[in-house]
């Protein structure tokens, strides 16, 4: 069993009571988004379409069977989209009855907005609409913020972490934190080449109880003050190196499911890649922070989308 939560806000709570995803009908490699996420590898598989759809079906029926409420929105047919299976970097859901809607970089995924699926959720949720904060205008000029793939947030200290990227633009994220009632911590971050890291929630995820943190990717000038902050919300930080970072181990989520034995109960979500780069003390060290652990298969969607289940999840707090 997990160990204790950290104190919040009366009410707060780090997991979302319920999950979308959106079932891919193009699932495949963008050339437009590779640019800047050195997660994605092209190559030409015939069935790479399928292949991401069995591994979405099989995913989602996971989730379902350990009792985490999943709203599943269908990806329309045209125009095509091959991002859509990542819906947490377009829309976010807040407990106070807020949707926002983020600018995107890539113009392929900006059609991936879709009223019907902010509705589908209401609908299969019980989530009601309270406002809506359009931050989508920026992409007019060239500012722009991916969700939470740009933002992992603390709800329980009322703290969003940002790193900078050119997908994550500070003015953006203030004017999200500002609207929100969040304070932003941004920091800069590269991979082993340089090269900013293209989303925060690749490097850093933040449970109940846990941090998964990839800090030597953090840049010199911020890395003591991101640790020490991180530290002292009393929360366990499990360190992931570049080799457990690149297979996702930092992708990860912890989500709020209900069991008849056992009441609310916490559940780990990772992707086997994930499972299978982490180190086993560190593996063994998550597993005791939670309830239960969920590793789902999902190499096709993370080798040629460039994410893993994290991205795949756009939390609906309730």
């Known amino acids: 069993m997990h160990g204790g939560s950290i104190p919040g806000p009366v009410g707060a709570s780090q997991c979302a009571g319920a999950i979308l995803m959106v079932r891919p009908k193009a699932f495949g490699f963008n050339a437009e988004t590779a640019a800047s996420n050195r997660f994605q590898q092209p190559g030409d598989v015939p069935d ?13 029926a996971a989730l379902a069977s350990e009792g985490v409420s999943v709203c599943v929105a269908e990806d329309s047919q045209t125009p095509r989209k091959p991002d859509a299976v990542f819906p947490n ?13 983020y600018p995107m970089q890539a113009e392929s995924r900006r059609i991936e907005r879709r009223a019907e699926i902010v509705e589908a959720v209401a609908a299969g949720t019980g989530f009601r609409v309270q406002r809506t904060l359009d931050l989508s205008p920026h992409e007019r000029a060239g500012r722009f913020l991916e969700g939470t793939g740009s933002l992992v947030i603390d709800h329980l200290a009322r703290v969003a972490w940002a790193c900078r990227s050119p997908r994550t633009d500070e003015r953006v994220a203030r004017e999200w934190a500002q609207a929100l009632g969040y304070e932003l911590e941004l ?31 953090i840049d010199g000038a911020d890395r003591a003050r991101v640790v020490e902050r991180l530290r002292s919300t009393g929360r366990e930080i499990v360190e992931i190196d570049d080799a457990e970072m690149r297979g996702f181990a930092g992708n990860v989520l912890e989500v709020g499911s209900w069991d008849e034995h056992l009441g609310d109960f916490r559940l780990l979500v990772m992707s086997r890649s994930a499972r299978r780069a982490l180190a086993p003390g560190k593996f063994a060290r998550l597993s005791s922070l939670v309830d239960s652990v969920l590793a789902a298969p999902v190499e096709t969607i993370e080798r040629h989308g460039g994410g893993s289940v994290r991205c795949m999840l756009a939390e609906v707090f309730l």
Do not use: C, K, Q
């Not at 970097?89 to 809607?101: I, K, P, Q, Y």
């Not at 991979?191 to 990717?217: K, R």
């Open 48 to 60: 790479v379409a399928a292949r991401a759809l069995a591994e979405f079906d099989a995913f989602a």
């Open 89 to 101: 970097n377009w829309v976010s859901f807040h407990a106070d009855g807020t949707v926002v809607l």
């Open 187 to 217: 920091f800069g971050a590269s991979d082993a080449s340089g090269t900013p890291i293209y989303h925060t929630n690749v490097l850093l995820s933040i449970g109940s109880s846990f941090v998964v943190l990839a800090s030597g990717h």
